[in-house]
Nanobody
Framework: QVQVVESGGGLVQAGESLRLSCAAS????????MAWYRQAPGKQRDVVAT???????SYADSLKGRFTTSRDNAKNTVYLQMNSLKPEDTAVYYC????????????????WGKGTLVTVSS
């Protein structure tokens, strides 16, 4: 059973920083790309950042310069450092991981965490 669990959300004031973590656990062969998405109330879920297994990161254009993602492959964990937070960053932040459950070709699945709420007050 593979699990993806986010942590680190909370209530902060505008201008402050927050670091989210997402850890994958269970029985699997390898983890490929991991990503962060967010969904604000009444809006669709949008990608925030992605990072490959080799550490290449990409970001939503509107978030470049404020958000940074990184990963620790030894810990099966991805991080999202969020700086200079704004009220419009308020959302549930979700982690996504593409995981090969076995070494056999084709046994790749996408797993989602349940999300962690980030609230930024003005």
């Amino acid at each position: 059973q593979v699990q993806v669990v986010e942590s680190g959300g909370g209530l902060v004031q505008a201008g402050e920083s927050l670091r989210l973590s997402c850890a994958a656990s269970g029985s699997f062969f390898s983890i490929g790309t991991m990503a962060w998405y967010r969904q604000a109330p009444g809006k669709q879920r949008d990608v925030v950042a992605t990072i490959t297994s080799g550490g290449t990161a990409s970001y939503a254009d509107s978030l470049k310069g404020r958000f940074t993602t990184s990963r620790d492959n030894a810990k099966n964990t991805v991080y999202l450092q969020m700086n200079s937070l704004k009220p419009e960053d308020t959302a549930v932040y979700y982690c996504m991981a593409i995981i090969a459950t076995t070494s056999r070709s084709g046994n790749v699945m996408t797993y989602w965490g349940k999300g962690t709420l980030v609230t930024v007050s003005s």
